[in-house]
């Protein structure tokens, strides 16, 4: 024991460095243009379970009275305090000034309102929850067409109708996934990009759409995106889980870099032009809410581009410690975002609802606009 402890002392040592050595990694990985590097963008993506390992980490060594190696863990998290505040954020929600001037947003990647879950059951549970939300606006991706029986799990007539009495106002093209139904009026905008050649480029592959609502006489421009994804096979997407060993470890870690990997680059570079484009293409247009399937985590390069543009996190301003929005194959990620910006609006509450037929949870922002 007096030879192993040491020894096993320092394999730990090392091991803690490693990790908050990759912990500040992923806190400023979001800095690194996914065009030259990719590894960066994907430690991102961890960077929450990376922090809390790093916390707990440093518990540990403090309560070993190893002061030097627990110091080490909170100058970790401090100096990647900056991501952190958006990832695991300390906030709490805000009281609004006058109920007449709230309303409430969901945002929700419906699957094309399928159930992942309980598709068994008689009936569509996901129509049934929206039409019972009390929401007053519903910004849905992966929705072609909801008068599409053959799209729709257990389409109905009465279904639909029940929905469309409480959302009189509909909005969306049956070419592209991106729907708003509203208690409003609600249309969606043709914006015009400032730069006729992206616009060639981005018109026909634009992954966003511009709507406007008009609340009691004030018209509150949306943006309702659904960027792209990593495009991974259900195969590619259990490669974590299905690790047993050193042999499933190895084939895992092959296809990884050579299969998923390159997957991965290619989405951040794509989800970069994309916010690029609804930044260039709505500049100027306050206040303003952009909202939806981001598939992309806070602190990514995309994020970044958002932030800088004066858009503010609606979940980062409201709530205390980290969320996932995904729920499936191990990926418990937050890639559901909700940005805003403009005097005169305010994020009150963000929540996620536990409507589980997707495999996205929704989103329920109560905004305050004067």
Known sequence: MIIISPILRLVLKIASIVLFIVTLAAAFGGYCNPEFMTLPSVLVLALPYLAIATLITGIAWLLKGRLIMAALAGLTLF???????????????RQAKSERH???LITFNCLHLADTTKSQLPGNRAIKYLTESGADIICLQEMLNLEDPSEIH????????????VYPYRAGSINNDLKVL???PVRMLTPVNPDPEEEEYWRPRRRWRLFEVDIHGVSLPIVNFHLSSYNLTDTEREVVTEIRGVRTAKRSYTEFRYEIFPKLGAAFRERAKGVRDLVSTTEGISPLIACGDFNDVAGSWAYRIMRNAGFKDAYSETNFGPVNTFNQFMFLFHIDQIFYRGEGLTALKVKRLPLDTSDHYPMEVTFELE
């Not at 100096?79 to 929600?93: E, H, M, N, Y």
């Not at 257990?154 to 009495?165: E, F, I, K, P, Q």
């Open 79 to 93: 100096a990647g305090w900056g991501t952190l505040k958006d990832v695991t954020p300390i906030a709490f929600s």
């Open 102 to 104: 709230t309303f409430r």
């Open 154 to 165: 257990h389409w109905s007539r009465g279904a639909m109708d029940s929905l469309y009495s």
């Open 182 to 184: 509203s208690k409003y």
